[in-house]
């Protein structure tokens, strides 16, 4: 009788029968099998062409099942696109997404052409890089606006990524964990973009090579012009003087001038930006 009892139990257990007990539901490799992933509509070859990556995740295939990389941990490598695949998502919109693979080959996959830039060479001690901004155009719109801190976030990237080559990869580093809630001024230890300001200061003061000397005060003085339109009265007339000032010692043949200039301009434009968050 006993033996029959404890049968039962287990019988009843295994059913999902007993009051109180909750038993897991199996779900089938079927059903599994049944989670939707982007379907690929076409397949296009490219030119090789150099990208660098701005944010999100490379995948293993266009299908986006399996992240491979996050691209934050690669601001300053050189990708090369080979093939685009327009594909649909699991909510139904189309996208686009390019194949790139690093220059030494050892980071590749898939990524959402939105995320990427063209590689930019600059090799002219003083170009006007043209950067495009909200900030020089006159017209300002809210810092507090989402768009603009993602905006400034991606801009600021682009600029710089015109420094001197031997000083990118240290200024990059300060975009691995910057977010667009805390972009001017970070109340935790993440780095926020008055700090890149800031690296960027430290990049030009030593820097000793002419040519990077000046690509790094060209960098500043285009951080500048993002956000000129953005501060004070008073602020403002303090960064345009200095500006000002930089301008005309990168016309100079005095690379220690513009190095004090730009380090000048980046010290107080780093102060200023880190109070426009309210």
């Keep these: 009788m006993k033996s029959k ?37 076409s397949y296009k070859k490219l030119s ?6 701005n944010k999100g995740y490379l995948y293993t295939n266009p299908r986006l099942n399996k ?6 941990n690669y601001l300053s490598w050189t990708f090369y696109a080979t093939e685009s695949a327009k594909v649909k998502k699991a909510n139904g919109k189309e996208a686009t997404y390019y194949y790139l693979k690093s220059g030494n080959n050892k980071v590749k996959g898939w990524i959402w052409k939105g995320n ?40 600021m990237l682009s600029i710089v990524r015109t420094m001197y080559s031997q000083d990118q990869n240290d200024v ?17 230890n993440d780095n926020d973009l008055s700090e890149v300001i800031s ?4 990049a030009v003061d030593g820097q000793d090579n002419d040519n990077g000397v000046r690509m790094d005060a060209q960098a500043i003085q285009n951080a500048y012009q993002l956000f000129a339109s953005r501060f004070s009265s008073l602020t403002s007339i303090k960064l345009a003087a200095l500006s000002s000032h930089l301008s005309d010692t990168l016309s100079g043949k005095s690379s220690d ?19 426009l968050q309210s």
């Excluded at 009843?12 to 029968?17: D, I």
């Excluded at 992240?67 to 934050?72: E, G, L, M, V």
């Design 116 to 155: 990427l830039s063209k590689v930019v060479v600059s090799t002219n001690n003083n170009t006007n890089n043209n950067t495009s901004n909200s900030g020089s155009s006159g017209t300002t719109q809210s810092t507090n606006d989402y768009a603009q801190q993602k905006s400034d976030i991606s801009n």
């Design 48 to 53: 090789k062409t150099p990208y660098n990556v």
């Design 257 to 275: 001038d513009v190095s004090e200039a730009a380090s000048n301009l980046a010290d107080a434009l780093s102060d200023a930006v880190s109070n």
């Design 5 to 41: 009892l404890i049968y039962s139990a287990i019988l009843a257990m295994t059913l999902g029968t007993v009051p109180g007990i909750s038993v897991s539901t199996f779900t089938s490799p079927n059903a599994l099998a049944k989670t939707k992933l982007a379907r690929v509509i």
């Design 172 to 188: 990059l580093a300060d975009f691995k964990d910057i977010t667009p809630k805390e972009a001017y001024d970070s109340s935790d």
């Design 67 to 72: 992240k491979a990389h996050r691209a934050a």
């Design 199 to 202: 690296d960027m200061k430290y």
